[in-house]
């Protein structure tokens, strides 16, 4: 592609050609030089060998230049022949009288001006021409064109040279003529034959310009103005430096995350057709057989597509191999394209009957979901073999079927369109599924019903849930007469409303409770489910517990192999038992779920099991599980490509990697999820950002922290509407308003909501959260009571059976009481590191030495017992406010004996101000002395449950 003007070729920005090249045309130069620029694709060799070509111009030096071919298609010689014909057109009497006759013979061969028609005959050459001939020939012609002033010989592309072109390249560089001569040569290194990089790299004295990553802001500066931020950081984080790649990216399709309106077809992608000129047709069959599969494929993949003989495939994937079009994948015998724009090339290259062809015969390679209500989803019967079909380009269809029909054609889009979500790849499903939307009035609504729902299916994995509902919306009234088509799409609505996390528009439909009663026990076990898990998100927890007993107990008499046509039940019922407290009875299913959907390549659920696993056990106090759940999760979601996937995992992994000590991945991780999150405005970008802001109050990340909270996510968070997570959500900014903002009225305001809707669950750990909000509002303005709410959620959370919020609770208590009793508080920090023993919780136990650091030396009974009985009831009045002449009058002493006290009081304790007073003793004198004088200390929260 360095060859073409297809992407638009960035100036080098930032790179000094004229420090590299410049010092080759200078009158004192040596006589002959050669220039390699090499680099990856895209990264600009082709702009920096013109810009090359344009100082050597000024310096008043002659060009010859071209680029290479496919050697395939090339002539022998072609690239020089390329190179020198315009040259040699123009100065064709200069050269000549420059060149022996018998080397005009050879010149006349490969230079058509040169043609020595009037030369008297001799004996024929050979064909083609010897490179030795050639060489010797074409040294002499070079000193004709040289002259005084020097000649610049430019090839590009070589490493699409034909052979005999890169013979005489060699023999050019290794006996170079007697002129000032200067040979640069761009090509890719890793397409490159070994004799030109072992060539180029003997060669003494040549001049090496590899082309690196440009720096970030010369990088930013390519792209428009107006591109938006959240945009423009995507952009510059998938170009990795790559200025051509940056470009071609931001040329690209919406759908693909560049700014071009979406397209049908290949129109948005035929600049990349460049990088396929050197494959064949096998290889171009290979490559479009690979696009069909996706991200990872295999020899045996591409061939059940192909139907290839395995000899022929082998030389095709060898050949996508060379040309650097596909690379060995991660895992041993797998595959993938180098970008993902070019499997969107090959993919797109191909017509719809292909690509539906190819899909159906990919699907034998992957167990799709059955339908949750109807069951005629069986594959369509098959005449030809794959490999006629795919030739062909026929349909697959059932005997006596028009190859026009549409119900026929709209099974086989949805198919196809299923295949691809549940692989992974939403995108390209969509491409399939939207061509469903108008179907024709002889398309069975149920078959209506389905496309409708694999179509949002593809919507809310890519975080576009609000149109996924919208979609769904448009089509139930034309449904609405068929009451399997109805429940296939109430069904859908009521599980993108929980994953959005909104409520649904008039309850839970009808249709649902319809499909509770069906005999299928997967499709009873669906609807099940979505009902449990919207009464677990409402707070209806005793209600959302009998619906979860049933999907229990259908789930434990089927087999892994049967779940798998409905594997969602598995997700929805571990999510339902996350929100009801039952983290134990979560995990297991998740981590079932997890493993059925990773046996099977099931990636479309592959995320959401793992990001859901990592939640519980890290509630569980299992944080390297956590971590290793969290990791999974990140994979699987950059598969897809969805930012909301990505940035849900990625929320999910930051807390988990502060809290195992890891501060640094912590803080990259949380600002990878808030970019991905950055542009969005629906509801799941509140909760990742929610999730966000107590992982960067804990990093001390102000920066992100302030981000966050620009956004207006705190403002919108008052009408969460998913009442299971307000005690959560409530609590964390329960304590950023207290202990960042200091602010104790908002600080109530959110553990007043924390504590309605613990109200109506009814769970101790919610309970424990909202005891813990109400802490938080209380740590400024009345510490002790504030203790008294945190030691009471140390007791709820641990009943609970969640450690690491007990954890929190034990510092929380700490906080409170190091400006009251320092050994109190040091008691409640080794609690909490006695919690932490043995979990790798890292984070909080650097957190707790830290406060055990800052504590006061002395406890506040230390600190009073300075003072004589008299000077201590002075202090007491002091931090209440009074003034020298009150205070004498309460205590019925002389304006001037109180000053006398004052200033005893300011030398023991080594403050300067009433208001140090006031504040270092005042308020704990109170506590401590005066209303509290036979306070026990508090036990630990293992000695209260006990």
Not at 90 to 99: D, F, G, I, M, Y
Not at 143 to 169: F, K, M, Q
Not at 927 to 933: G, V
């Amino acid at each position: 592609m360095d060859g073409d003007g297809a992407i638009p070729r960035p100036a080098p920005v930032g790179r000094s050609t004229s420090a590299d090249a410049a010092h080759l045309f200078d009158p004192e130069g040596s006589p002959s030089a050669v220039v390699e620029i090499l680099g990856q694709p895209w990264i600009g060799k082709t702009r920096l060998l013109h810009r090359i070509l344009d100082d050597a111009r000024k310096q008043g030096w002659s060009v010859a230049h071209a680029a290479a071919g496919p050697a395939a298609t090339a002539a022998p010689y072609q690239l020089f022949s390329d190179a020198f014909d315009e040259i040699l057109s123009e100065r064709a009497e200069t050269v000549l009288q420059c060149v022996p006759i018998a080397s005009r013979r050879v010149l006349g061969r490969l230079f058509p001006a040169l043609d020595p028609a009037d030369l008297p005959p001799s004996e024929p050459l050979q064909s083609p021409v010897p490179t030795g001939l050639v060489g010797s020939a074409l040294r002499q012609a070079v000193r004709g064109l040289t002259g005084s002033s020097g000649l610049v010989l430019a090839l590009d592309n070589v490493h699409w040279a034909d052979p005999a072109s890169l013979e005489l390249l060699e023999s050019l560089v290794r006996r170079p003529p007697d002129a000032r001569l200067v040979i640069v040569v761009a090509h890719r290194d890793r397409q490159s034959p070994l004799r030109l990089r072992g060539l180029l790299a003997s060669v003494a004295g040549s001049h090496r310009i590899e082309l690196g990553p440009l720096p970030g802001q010369e990088l930013d500066a390519l792209l428009p103005g107006e591109t938006p931020r959240p945009l423009r950081r995507a952009l510059l984080g998938r170009a990795n430096g790559n200025p051509g790649l940056l470009l071609a990216l931001a040329a690209a399709p919406r759908s693909y995350g560049g700014t071009a309106p979406d397209a049908p077809g290949l129109t948005p992608f035929t600049r990349f057709l460049e990088e396929f000129r050197a494959v064949s047709d096998d290889g171009w069959l290979a490559a479009q057989s690979a696009a069909v599969l996706g991200d990872a494929f295999t020899l045996q993949e591409m061939r059940s597509i192909s139907a290839l003989p395995a000899d022929r495939l082998a030389d095709a994937v060898a050949e996508l191999l060379r040309e650097d079009i596909v690379q060995p994948g991660e895992l041993a015998d797998h595959y993938r394209f180098r970008h993902a724009l070019l499997g969107a090339t090959a993919y797109h290259s191909t017509g719809e009957q292909w690509r539906l062809a190819a899909h159906t015969a990919a699907t034998g390679l992957v167990r799709l979901p059955a339908p949750c209500i109807h069951t005629h989803a069986g594959p369509v019967p098959h005449r030809k073999p794959v490999a006629d079909r795919v030739r062909s380009g026929l349909l697959p269809r059932e005997a006596g079927a028009a190859v026009g029909d549409a119900t026929l054609l709209c099974e086989q889009r949805v198919r196809t369109g299923k295949a691809l979500v549940v692989a992974g790849r939403p995108s390209e499903a969509l491409d399939v599924l939207d061509r469903t939307s108008s179907p024709g009035a002889e398309v069975p609504l149920v078959l209506r019903a389905e496309a409708a729902e694999w179509r949002a299916r593809a919507q809310r994995l890519l975080g576009r849930y609000a149109l996924a509902q919208s979609l769904l919306e448009a089509v139930r009234p034309e449904v609405a007469d068929e009451p399997e088509a109805l429940a296939l799409v109430d069904l859908a609505r009521l599980a993108a409303a929980l994953e959005r996390g909104s409520p649904l528009p008039g309850g839970e439909p009808p249709a649902v409770h319809w499909a509770t009663g069906l005999a299928d026990p997967l499709a009873r076990g669906y609807a099940w489910a979505l009902l449990g898990a919207h009464d677990a998100d409402a707070g209806r927890t005793a209600q959302a517990a009998l619906r979860l007993g049933e999907v229990a107990g259908l789930l434990d008499d089927l087999d892994d192999a049967t779940l798998i046509g409905r594997l969602d039940i598995l997700y929805w019922l571990a999510r339902s038992l996350a929100r009801c407290e039952r983290d134990a009875e979560a995990a297991r299913h998740f981590e079932r779920g997890l493993g059925i959907a990773s046996a099977h390549e099931l990636d479309y659920l592959v995320t959401q099991f793992a990001t859901g696993l990592a939640e519980v056990r890290l509630r569980l106090g299992r944080i390297d599980r956590a971590i290793e759940s969290g990791h999974r999760a990140m994979r699987a979601a950059a598969r897809i490509g969805s930012d909301c996937l990505l940035a849900e995992a990625g929320a999910g992994l930051a807390r988990a990697a502060w809290i195992s000590g890891d501060r640094t991945t912590a803080r990259h991780t949380a600002r990878e999820a808030a970019r991905r999150a950055e542009s969005w405005r629906e509801p799941w970008s509140d909760r990742v950002r929610l999730s966000l802001l107590e992982t960067t109050f804990d990093t001390g990340d102000q920066e992100l922290c302030k981000e966050l909270l620009s956004t207006g996510t705190v403002r919108r968070a008052a009408s969460f509407p998913v009442v299971s997570m307000v005690p959560a959500v409530a609590e964390v900014l329960a304590r950023l308003e207290g202990e960042r903002r200091g602010s104790a009225t908002e600080a109530g305001r959110w553990a007043t909501a924390a504590e309605e809707a613990a109200g109506r669950m009814r769970l101790p750990g919610a309970t424990g959260l909202a005891l813990l909000a109400r802490a938080h509002h209380h740590r400024v303005t009345d510490p002790l009571r504030a203790a008294v709410f945190a030691s009471s959620a140390v007791v709820t959370l641990t009943r609970a059976g969640r450690p690491l919020d007990a954890v929190r609770a034990h510092l929380a208590v700490a906080a409170a009481w190091a400006g009251i009793d320092s050994d109190v508080a040091r008691g409640q920090l080794d609690e909490a590191q006695l919690l932490l023993q043995g979990r790798g919780a890292h984070g909080y136990q650097d957190h707790a030495a830290d406060l055990a650091t800052n504590a006061p030396a002395q406890s506040a009974d230390a600190r009073l017992a300075k003072l004589s009985s008299r000077e201590r009831e002075i202090s007491v009045l002091v931090s209440d406010g009074c003034t020298n002449q009150q205070i004498a009058r309460a205590l019925r002493l002389s304006h001037k004996t109180v000053e006398t006290h004052l200033g005893r009081i300011f030398k023991k304790l080594g403050v300067g101000s009433r208001a140090q007073v006031a504040t270092s003793i005042g308020r704990a004198a109170r506590f401590t002395e005066a209303r509290f004088a036979d306070r026990p200390a508090p036990v630990g929260a293992s000695h209260q449950i006990a």
